[in-house]
């Protein structure tokens, strides 16, 4: 169990994780942007760090400006949230290469599931079911329509690197 976590985040997410952990008696960080000076979440937590400008690119996506705030407050785990850095590989390996914890899938699995034909494949080989339908990349479109049409229509189409429904096609 960890004494102290710093949440990787920002409003309601934040404020869900930051009331779990007190609920355990575990300690939190909250970081900020200029944006979220005065955000509920940075007022529940037990201490605050700033970390840069508005920008989710200036803050909330600075692995290093992360990492300092852990070092600063002692707290000896992150938990990331959802979205912004959660499912960033280099995020996680940052992490465990400077001694903080990660709360949630180890560098590789992150890898592995960011790329839906090796998570697929990773699934297939825990025999976990998985919906049917080509397991591999697909060249061009006259190889699509080659293999929709052993598959049967309609097929959906999704980008192998692509989240949350993005790019997703029916045929």
Known sequence: ?????????????????????????????????????????VEMADEAVHIGAAPAAESYLQIDKIIAACKQTGAQAVHPGYGFLSEREAFAKALKDNGIVFIGPNPGAIAAMGDKIESKKAAAAAKVSTVPGHLGVIENPEHAVKIADEIGYPVMIKASAGGGGKGMRIA
């Open 1 to 41: 169990m960890f004494s102290k976590i710093l949440i990787a985040n920002r409003g309601e997410i934040a404020c869900r994780v930051i009331k779990t952990a007190k609920r355990m008696g575990i300690k939190t960080v909250a970081v900020y942007s200029d944006a979220d000076r005065d955000a509920l979440h």
